[in-house]
C-alpha cells in the first residue's frame, strides 16, 4: 500500500489534522509541523493539575485541592522556563499555557473557594467567584496582547498563579484547622476573593523574577536564606506558602504607593527649591 493510501486510511480513522505552525528560521519563514513535546508536557501537567482541583475542591478535599494548586503553579514556571532553555518556544505552546491557566488559577481556585466559603452566601457568592474568575481570564487575555511589548523584569497586574496561591490557599489553611464558615467569614472571603481578582487587571507593577540567572553567583546570604525558606515550607508548607501569596500580592500597591510618595516629595523639593530661587533673585535685584 502506498503512502498515500495510508494517510488516507489513518484520516478516516482518526480524522485530526496535523499540526503545522509558521516559523521564523534564519530570516526565512518556514513552515513546522507537530508541537514540541517536553514542555507542553509540564503544560498538561499543570492542566491535569487544575482539573483535579477542582473534582477535589468539589469533593470537599480541600487539602488535596490546595496540593493540586501548588503542583499547577510549579509546572507552569518550568514549561516556560523549559521551552526558553531548549529553544522549544512555539505560538502553539504559548495559547495551550494561556488555556491551562484559565483552567488551573481561573476556574479551579473560583470553585475551590465557592465550595468551601461561599455557601451562606447564596448568589452574592456565586458572583464573587465568577468576578474572580471573569478577572483571570482578563489578565491572560491582556497579558497575551502585551507579551514582547512591556518590560519583562515586570508582570502588570498580580500573575494569575500567585492570585489562585492566595484565593485558594484560605480554604486550604481554613480546611486544615477546621475554621467554621461564618456569615462574617464567608463576607470575608467574598472581599478578599473580589480584591484578589482586581488586583490581577490592576496596573499595578510586581516583580517577574524572569532576570534572575541562576547560571551566574549569588552573594552567599542568599543562598543560606534559600535553605532556610526551604527548611520552614517543609514544616508549614499551608502557612508559609499562603503567607508569600500574601506578601507578594501586597507588594504591587505597596511599591505604587512608596514610588507616589517618592514622587511627590521630589516634586515638592523642586517646588521648594525653585521658589527659594526666585526669592533670592527677586532679594538681589
Not at 480584591?195 to 490592576?202: K, R
Not at 526551604?230 to 508559609?240: D, F, N, R, T, Y
Request: contains cysteine.
Amino acid at each position: 500500500m502506498s503512502n498515500e493510501g495510508q494517510d488516507t486510511e489513518s484520516e478516516s480513522i482518526l480524522p485530526i489534522d496535523e499540526h503545522e505552525e509558521i516559523v521564523s528560521e534564519g530570516g526565512k519563514k518556514v513552515r513546522r509541523r507537530g508541537v514540541y513535546l517536553l514542555p507542553n508536557l509540564f503544560t498538561l501537567a499543570a492542566l491535569f493539575a487544575g482539573f483535579y482541583a477542582v473534582i477535589a475542591g468539589m469533593s470537599g478535599n480541600f487539602n488535596e485541592a490546595g496540593w493540586a494548586i501548588l503542583v499547577a503553579a510549579v509546572c507552569d514556571g518550568l514549561d516556560g522556563r523549559i521551552a526558553r532553555l531548549t529553544g522549544t518556544q512555539s505560538a502553539f505552546g504559548a495559547e495551550f499555557d494561556s488555556l491551562s491557566d484559565m483552567v488551573s488559577f481561573g476556574v479551579a481556585p473560583a470553585l475551590i473557594m465557592f465550595s468551601w466559603g461561599f455557601a451562606p452566601l447564596g448568589q452574592v457568592g456565586w458572583a464573587a467567584s465568577f468576578i474572580y474568575m471573569s478577572c483571570a481570564a482578563l489578565r491572560l487575555a491582556r497579558y497575551n496582547v502585551q507579551l514582547g511589548t512591556v518590560d519583562k523584569r515586570f508582570f502588570l497586574g498580580l500573575q494569575s498563579p500567585m492570585a489562585a496561591g492566595l484565593v485558594a490557599g484560605v480554604p486550604w489553611v481554613g480546611f486544615r484547622y477546621g475554621v467554621e464558615v461564618t456569615p462574617l467569614v464567608a463576607y470575608l472571603c467574598a472581599i478578599l476573593t473580589i480584591f484578589t481578582g482586581l488586583l490581577m487587571i490592576s496596573n499595578y507593577k510586581y516583580f517577574s523574577f524572569k532576570e534572575l540567572n541562576f547560571k551566574g553567583t549569588v552573594p552567599y546570604m542568599v543562598f543560606v536564606f534559600t535553605i532556610v525558606l526551604l527548611v520552614l515550607i517543609a514544616q508549614s508548607p499551608h502557612e508559609v506558602l499562603v503567607l508569600t501569596c500574601v506578601i507578594y500580592a501586597a507588594s504591587g500597591p505597596a511599591s505604587w504607593l512608596y514610588r507616589t510618595r517618592f514622587k511627590n516629595a521630589k516634586k515638592e523639593k523642586e517646588e521648594r527649591m525653585d521658589q527659594k530661587e526666585q526669592e533670592e533673585s527677586g532679594a538681589a535685584e
